[in-house]
Protein backbone atom coordinates (compact mmCIF):
# COMPACT_ATOMS: atom_id res chain seq x y z
CA UNK A 1 0.00 0.00 0.00
CA UNK A 2 1.50 3.24 -0.80
CA UNK A 3 1.39 6.39 1.07
CA UNK A 4 -1.06 9.63 -0.74
CA UNK A 5 1.74 11.42 -1.02
CA UNK A 6 4.01 8.91 -3.23
CA UNK A 7 0.95 8.20 -5.10
CA UNK A 8 0.17 11.63 -5.92
CA UNK A 9 3.72 11.86 -6.86
CA UNK A 10 3.31 8.82 -9.32
CA UNK A 11 -0.08 10.21 -10.79
CA UNK A 12 1.95 13.68 -11.53
CA UNK A 13 4.80 11.88 -12.98
CA UNK A 14 2.73 9.81 -15.46
CA UNK A 15 0.85 12.98 -16.69
CA UNK A 16 3.62 14.76 -16.98
CA UNK A 17 4.98 11.68 -19.29
CA UNK A 18 5.53 13.73 -22.27
CA UNK A 19 8.58 15.44 -20.42
CA UNK A 20 10.92 12.59 -19.20
CA UNK A 21 11.78 13.57 -15.81
CA UNK A 22 15.52 13.17 -14.68
CA UNK A 23 16.62 10.38 -11.88
CA UNK A 24 17.77 13.48 -9.86
CA UNK A 25 14.31 14.82 -10.08
CA UNK A 26 12.75 12.24 -8.70
CA UNK A 27 15.29 11.26 -5.99
CA UNK A 28 14.82 15.16 -4.46
CA UNK A 29 11.54 15.19 -4.47
CA UNK A 30 11.18 11.31 -2.69
CA UNK A 31 13.43 12.58 0.04
CA UNK A 32 11.35 15.25 0.34
CA UNK A 33 8.26 12.83 0.82
CA UNK A 34 10.20 10.76 3.09
CA UNK A 35 11.46 14.06 4.94
CA UNK A 36 7.46 15.15 5.03
CA UNK A 37 6.17 11.62 6.62
CA UNK A 38 9.07 11.60 9.31
CA UNK A 39 7.24 15.27 10.34
CA UNK A 40 4.11 13.71 10.19
CA UNK A 41 5.09 11.08 12.74
CA UNK A 42 6.64 13.04 14.71
CA UNK A 43 3.90 15.67 15.18
CA UNK A 44 1.11 13.03 15.09
CA UNK A 45 -1.27 13.08 18.21
CA UNK A 46 -0.24 10.30 20.64
CA UNK A 47 -2.89 7.86 21.73
CA UNK A 48 -3.95 8.48 25.81
CA UNK A 49 -2.07 7.23 28.43
CA UNK A 50 -2.51 3.71 29.86
CA UNK A 51 -3.77 3.79 34.07
CA UNK A 52 -1.82 2.15 36.34
CA UNK A 53 -2.13 -1.56 37.41
CA UNK A 54 -5.18 -1.51 40.08
CA UNK A 55 -6.45 2.07 38.85
CA UNK A 56 -9.99 3.16 40.04
CA UNK A 57 -12.22 5.61 38.56
CA UNK A 58 -13.85 8.51 40.35
CA UNK A 59 -16.83 7.00 39.13
CA UNK A 60 -16.95 3.50 37.82
CA UNK A 61 -19.22 1.98 35.64
CA UNK A 62 -21.85 -0.11 37.41
CA UNK A 63 -21.18 -4.37 36.64
CA UNK A 64 -23.27 -7.09 38.10
CA UNK A 65 -21.39 -11.33 37.78
CA UNK A 66 -24.07 -13.07 37.15
CA UNK A 67 -24.35 -17.07 36.96
CA UNK A 68 -25.75 -18.35 34.05
CA UNK A 69 -29.58 -19.95 34.90
CA UNK A 70 -28.76 -23.35 33.89
CA UNK A 71 -25.57 -23.78 35.92
CA UNK A 72 -27.38 -22.86 39.07
CA UNK A 73 -30.41 -25.13 38.09
CA UNK A 74 -27.56 -27.57 37.77
CA UNK A 75 -25.82 -27.28 40.78
CA UNK A 76 -29.14 -27.83 42.63
CA UNK A 77 -30.02 -30.99 40.59
CA UNK A 78 -26.57 -32.10 40.61
CA UNK A 79 -26.28 -32.85 36.75
CA UNK A 80 -24.28 -31.14 34.41
CA UNK A 81 -25.33 -27.73 33.13
CA UNK A 82 -26.07 -29.02 29.48
CA UNK A 83 -28.19 -32.56 30.42
CA UNK A 84 -31.83 -32.78 29.32
CA UNK A 85 -33.12 -32.08 32.85
CA UNK A 86 -31.23 -29.08 33.46
CA UNK A 87 -32.39 -28.00 29.53
CA UNK A 88 -36.06 -29.09 30.17
CA UNK A 89 -36.19 -27.32 33.44
CA UNK A 90 -34.32 -24.42 32.81
CA UNK A 91 -37.58 -23.99 29.41
CA UNK A 92 -40.22 -24.62 31.97
CA UNK A 93 -38.71 -21.97 34.44
CA UNK A 94 -38.68 -19.35 31.80
CA UNK A 95 -41.71 -20.17 30.84
CA UNK A 96 -43.26 -19.63 34.48
CA UNK A 97 -41.38 -16.81 35.53
CA UNK A 98 -40.04 -15.02 32.38
CA UNK A 99 -36.76 -14.41 30.48
CA UNK A 100 -33.06 -15.59 31.88
CA UNK A 101 -31.62 -12.18 32.58
CA UNK A 102 -35.20 -10.60 34.52
CA UNK A 103 -34.73 -13.94 36.45
CA UNK A 104 -30.99 -13.57 37.43
CA UNK A 105 -31.57 -9.57 37.73
CA UNK A 106 -35.03 -8.48 38.88
CA UNK A 107 -37.66 -11.02 39.53
CA UNK A 108 -38.88 -11.07 42.99
CA UNK A 109 -37.17 -14.68 45.25
CA UNK A 110 -41.14 -14.75 45.93
CA UNK A 111 -41.98 -15.71 42.54
CA UNK A 112 -39.14 -17.57 41.51
CA UNK A 113 -40.14 -19.48 44.72
CA UNK A 114 -43.56 -20.29 44.07
CA UNK A 115 -42.59 -20.94 40.45
CA UNK A 116 -41.47 -24.37 42.07
CA UNK A 117 -37.94 -24.25 42.53
CA UNK A 118 -36.98 -22.47 46.73
CA UNK A 119 -33.59 -23.81 46.49
CA UNK A 120 -32.96 -21.90 42.73
CA UNK A 121 -34.71 -19.00 44.63
CA UNK A 122 -32.15 -19.39 47.56
CA UNK A 123 -29.38 -19.67 45.08
CA UNK A 124 -30.34 -16.47 43.18
CA UNK A 125 -30.70 -15.05 46.30
CA UNK A 126 -27.10 -15.64 47.38
CA UNK A 127 -25.54 -14.70 43.68
CA UNK A 128 -27.47 -11.15 44.07
CA UNK A 129 -26.01 -10.59 46.57
CA UNK A 130 -22.08 -11.91 46.03
CA UNK A 131 -22.52 -15.08 48.56
CA UNK A 132 -21.13 -17.55 46.14
CA UNK A 133 -17.94 -19.38 46.53
CA UNK A 134 -15.24 -19.42 43.95
CA UNK A 135 -12.47 -21.74 43.67
CA UNK A 136 -9.36 -20.65 41.79
CA UNK A 137 -8.62 -22.72 38.68
CA UNK A 138 -4.64 -24.23 38.48
CA UNK A 139 -2.31 -25.84 35.33
CA UNK A 140 -5.14 -25.14 32.67
CA UNK A 141 -8.21 -25.96 34.76
CA UNK A 142 -11.00 -23.51 35.02
CA UNK A 143 -11.79 -22.11 38.12
CA UNK A 144 -15.54 -22.93 39.53
CA UNK A 145 -18.35 -20.60 40.66
CA UNK A 146 -20.81 -22.13 43.41
CA UNK A 147 -23.21 -20.94 45.46
CA UNK A 148 -23.96 -23.99 48.01
CA UNK A 149 -21.18 -25.45 50.53
CA UNK A 150 -21.40 -29.41 49.32
CA UNK A 151 -22.97 -30.07 52.93
CA UNK A 152 -25.55 -27.50 52.00
CA UNK A 153 -27.29 -30.05 49.61
CA UNK A 154 -27.22 -33.66 50.88
CA UNK A 155 -28.07 -35.90 48.44
CA UNK A 156 -29.05 -33.05 46.23
CA UNK A 157 -32.82 -33.32 46.70
CA UNK A 158 -34.70 -33.13 43.25
CA UNK A 159 -36.79 -30.12 44.58
CA UNK A 160 -37.27 -28.16 41.58
CA UNK A 161 -39.48 -30.70 39.89
CA UNK A 162 -42.12 -28.80 38.92
CA UNK A 163 -39.72 -26.81 37.23
Not at 64 to 74: A, G, H, K, V
Not at 125 to 132: A, E, I, L, Q, T
Amino acid sequence: MTPPAVARFLRNLEQRSSKAASAIEVSTHVRSLNLNCREFRRNAPTAEPQPSPGFVPDTPLPFRSLIPLPEIISEVRGVGPKSKTVQSAWHEFIGRVGNELFILNEAPVEDICSAGAPLVAEAIDRMRHGKVITEAGYDGEHGTVRVFQTDELPGRPNNISAV
